[in-house]
C-alpha cells in the first residue's frame, strides 16, 4: 500500500507502536525476574500494568479512526528486546545487572518517547483532537517512567553496582 | 568476562555506543539520499558530520579511561535501521517519506539520548569527570538534534505531507 498522506503515515505509525507495545508487554516480566531490587521489581510490575492500559488507548485509538486494532512487527523494538536479553544472560552481580536492566528499560521508553512524539505531532497537524488527548496520557506517561527510572538509578543502584 | 561493578558496565555500554555511532554513520547517507527537502537533506549530513566528531570523542573517552577504542554489535541500533530501511523501501509521496524519515531519525536520537544519558550518571557516580564532560557534549548534542527534526517537521514537511 503506498504512503499518500500523512493520515496513512498515521496509521502506519500506529500498527508499528501497537507491535511494539505487545513486545513489551512479554520482555517486561523477564525483566521483573531479572532484577534484585524490590524497588526496581515494582517498577516494572508497575510499567506492565501501565502498558496494559497503553495497549486499550491504542485500541480507543483505532476505533476513532476508524481502523481495525493491528500490529506490524517493529523491528526496532524487536531490537532492543535482543541487547536487553543478551545483557540478561551476562554474568553479572546483582546490582551491577540492575544498573543494566535500567539502561535497557530507559532505552525502551526512548524508543516509545519518539514513536509517541511523532504520532502526536502527526494528530495535531491533522487536527484530530480525541486521538490526541489519548496519545498524550500515554507520552507523558512514557516519560514520566523514564524519570522515575533514572531516580532509581542515581538514587540507590548505581552506588551500590559502583 | 563478568560485570563486578559499574566500572565494567560503562565499559559494556561505551563498546555499545561506539558500535551504534559507527551504524548510525552507514545509514545517514541513505537517509539523506531519500529525502526531497533540502532542509532535511542538509539536516542528516550535519549530522552525519557530528557523529564522526561523536565517534572521535568516544576515541578521548576510551583513551581517557585506558581502554582500546572499540565496539560490540549493538543489536538495537541494528534494529533500529532495519526499521528505517524497510521504511525506506515503502512506496510513498515524496513528502510523506520526509515526514517519515524524521520519524526513523528521531528514534535513532532517541536512542542515542538514552544511551549516552546512562552512561553520563555512571561517569558521574564514579567521579569520572573528564570523561562526563565529553559524553555531557555529545547528549546535548543528540537532544539539540531531535529537537531540530521536530522543528523540520512541524514547520513545514509535516503540513507538506498532510
Known amino acids: 500500500m503506498k504512503l499518500n498522506n500523512l493520515n496513512d503515515l498515521l496509521i502506519h505509525e500506529l500498527k508499528d ?26 517498577a516494572f510490575q508497575d510499567h506492565l500494568e501501565m502498558t496494559e492500559k497503553q ?13 481495525k486494532s493491528s500490529g506490524e512487527k517493529c523491528k526496532a ?14 554474568k553479572a552481580d546483582a546490582s551491577v ?3 543494566a536492566l535500567i539502561a535497557s528499560a530507559q532505552r525502551v521508553e526512548h524508543y516509545e518517547i519518539a514513536a509517541y512524539g511523532t504520532v ?10 480525541e486521538v490526541l488527548d489519548q496519545l498524550l496520557i500515554t507520552l507523558e506517561e512514557e516519560k514520566k517512567t523514564d524519570s522515575l527510572l533514572t531516580e532509581i538509578a542515581e538514587k540507590s543502584i548505581n552506588a551500590k553496582a559502583e
Open 77 to 90: 523494538m524487536e531490537g532492543i528486546i535482543k541487547e536487553a536479553d543478551s545483557m540478561m544472560s551476562e
Open 97 to 99: 545487572m540492575d544498573a
Open 120 to 129: 502526536c505531532t502527526y494528530a495535531k497537524q491533522l487536527g484530530m483532537d
Open 17 to 42: 507502536i501497537y507491535n511494539a507495545e505487545q513486545q513489551i508487554t512479554k520482555a517486561l516480566p523477564k525483566m521483573k525476574e531479572a532484577a534484585s531490587s524490590d524497588k526496581l521489581k515494582k
Open 55 to 67: 495497549i486499550e488507548r491504542l485500541d480507543k485509538v483505532f476505533e476513532i479512526i476508524g481502523e
